[in-house]
């Protein structure tokens, strides 16, 4: 028998497989499968969402055939299964639970488009169809090669070369970038984002991002929503391949589910990130169990992650997460001490136009929602909102240094006692500015310590 | 029986899975290439390649019960046929260029969703063996709420 574990890319998702079954009348019955997974060297298990025919079939037959496709040569393999059990909890029903429900928040069906159980199979048989192979044996067809497929390099080498960029980080501020920069350099990530707990409960905020053409600084997703939402909320990586065949999927449901009445709003949240991502790994950072933020990876190619990655990104992500806490501590307990330049990136703003220099910028805070405007666009809320505020009233009363333990110990910024955040979202104002609004700027002048520049004259508006 | 309507949604080039079982309730599939409703919309004709028809045709001769599951890959819509085997016979010349030109829809349709032609380029779709079902019941099989339901 071929052995099982040689057909792992074909779990990922990215073709279609489809399963026969047969009822105890003798009724054959074929079905496309939303989601199957690799459970061990003889078993697999296939999602169950609905209780369609497949699942009453398997209830009184348990007899299946599996045809599942190679998705690098599309060559079909025919998998003889026998059902054995439905699992409703455990390791295997909740990594299936997340992947769905990540897909399910992306199409406004959480609730809807859920897992009901892990049905796991014994593999009886596995068989190669010999006529059912999609690449030409001819020479000279070119079969494009899968991205990253051999290679994600998660070896000791390449972390270890990760975990030398991370050390030599002076700051948080350089820690985040030289993270990012360094998986797309080591290990090939052109896209990646990281997102950090927010002040407002049960949010993330992105604080870094990179292969991006608009960076998102500031953007926010809910625990529960998407894939970075649901890695916040379990605590646990979640990787989807074949992305946008999956969405589809997700999408005819939707669309089934509006017709008869169960979902009638657009719950659709926006992808963060790239449009059409076909793939995303999101992996939490945990320090003893307390979630830091998210790093979300995401390509418009198909990755290939194979099982024994999800352990290295657990521990990478470990590593990331106390990397950042680090730094944000350090720079805590450093206040004051000036710090090396920064050095540059080029993902930063180009300086203002003379001509924003000329004209006033209309900066109007709304007391209540705690959000700033920029010439009536949307800037920045919550802590991030009121410091900016707080420090261009003292500006315009002639202060143009702070320092960070001021802030800290101003009670109108009602800072929580443990665990403010302070730098970080004193970074993430700071990118977001530059971002937004280039003629406000944040310059660091020493650990705790920093200068307001204004490349304009402001107007400040205070509103109810 | 076959609805105009659904008659062109099947004959527009789709994934089409045909399922069989042994005496043993054993079921096994196999993939067809194009399918054409019959005038009397009571009959189709299903388009495999030669080795996936034998398979079937191991089964159909003493287990003549059949289903046909036709999806869409770009918007998932799919239905399913079930039905009786009536006969198999090879397909004839002039049938080549509709089995060709609703693979190189299906092709079209997957390249939509990623999948490189490059790698379908290889099916093998001619000379092709053709099984005469006789259509039965015609289920909703589109993914989510209402699937499984019969369709009028």
Redesign the interface.
């Known amino acids: 028998m071929i052995p099982l574990e040689s057909l792992t890319s074909c779990f990922q998702g990215i073709i279609p497989a489809w399963i026969c079954t047969c009822s105890k009348e003798g009724i054959p019955n074929a079905a496309i499968i939303s989601c199957i997974d690799y459970v061990d060297t003889r078993h697999v298990a296939l999602s169950f969402q609905f209780f369609n025919k497949t699942k009453r079939n398997i209830l009184e037959n348990p007899k299946a055939m599996l045809r599942l496709i190679h998705p690098d040569t599309m060559q079909a393999y025919r998998l003889l299964l026998r059902f054995v059990r439905t699992e409703t909890d455990g390791a295997l029903f909740e990594s299936m639970f997340r992947r769905i429900e990540a897909i399910a928040s992306y199409s406004g069906l959480k609730g809807i488009f859920k897992l009901l159980g892990a049905d796991v199979y014994e593999v009886l048989s596995v068989e190669l169809i010999a006529y059912d192979a999609g690449v030409p044996a001819s020479a000279g067809v070119s079969v494009p090669p899968a991205p990253l497929d051999a290679a994600v390099p998660f070896t000791m080498k390449a972390l270890q070369e990760l975990s030398a960029c991370i050390h030599q980080a002076p700051t948080l501020d350089c820690l985040l970038d030289s993270i990012l920069e360094s998986l797309e350099r080591i290990f090939g990530f052109r896209y990646s984002m990281i997102l950090l707990a927010s002040d407002r409960p049960d949010r993330l905020e992105l604080i870094a991002s990179r292969g991006y053409q608009q960076g998102g600084i500031g953007s926010e997703v809910g625990f529960g929503e998407g894939i970075i939402g649901m890695v916040a909320e379990t605590h646990k990586p979640i990787r989807i391949s074949g992305m946008l065949r999956q969405m589809l999927y997700a999408y005819a449901v939707a669309q089934r589910a509006k017709e008869s009445g169960l979902c009638p709003e657009d719950r659709r949240i926006p992808l963060p990130g790239l449009a059409h991502p076909e793939s995303q790994l999101g992996i939490p950072l945990l320090v003893r169990d307390e979630l830091i933020g998210v790093l979300c990876i995401e390509g418009d190619a198909t990755y290939r992650f194979h099982e024994e990655d999800r352990t290295y990104l657990e521990v990478l992500g470990g590593y990331l997460a106390i990397a950042i806490q680090n730094a944000l501590l350090r720079e805590r307990a450093e206040e004051d001490e000036p710090i090396p330049p920064r050095p540059h990136s080029g993902r930063r703003t180009k300086p203002k136009t003379a001509k924003t220099e000329q004209s006033p910028l209309d900066i109007e805070f709304f007391v209540s929602d705690e959000c700033i405007l920029a010439r009536g666009e949307y800037l920045v809320r919550g802590l991030p909102a009121k410091i900016l505020w707080k420090i261009l009233r003292e500006q315009a009363e002639g202060t143009c240094e702070f320092t960070n333990r001021r802030l800290r110990l101003d009670k109108g910024l009602e800072l929580p006692v443990l665990k403010d955040n302070l730098e970080s979202r004193l970074i993430l104002l700071r990118r977001r500015l530059e971002e937004r609004c280039p003629d406000i700027r944040i310059v660091q002048s020493g650990r705790g310590r920093f200068r307001l520049e204004l490349g304009c004259e402001v107007n400040l508006i205070e509103r109810p | 029986m076959i609805p105009d309507e659904l008659s062109v949604f099947l004959e527009s080039g789709l ?1 089409i ?5 042994d005496g ?8 067809a290439w194009a399918l054409s409703v019959h005038d009397d919309r009571a009959h189709v004709s299903v388009f495999l ?1 030669p ?2 028809a034998k398979e079937m045709l191991e089964n159909l001769g003493s ?1 003549p ?5 036709l ?1 869409l ?6 239905c ?1 046929l ?1 039905g009786l085997f009536v006969s198999a016979r090879k397909a004839r010349a002039p049938e080549r260029a509709e089995v060709e030109r609703q693979l190189e829809a299906f092709s079209a349709d997957l390249a939509a ?4 032609r ?7 779709s001619w000379p092709c063996t053709v099984l005469k079902v006789r259509v039965t019941d015609l ?1 909703e ?8 339901d019969r369709l009028p």
């Open positions: 994934s899975v045909v399922a069989t079982r043993e309730l054993q079921p096994n599939g196999a993939v390649h080795d996936a287990y019960q059949i289903a046909l599951d999806d890959p770009t918007s998932h819509r799919a399913q079930k969703i990623g999948i490189p490059a790698l379908t380029a290889g099916w093998s289920f099989q589109t993914p989510g709420p209402g699937a499984g």
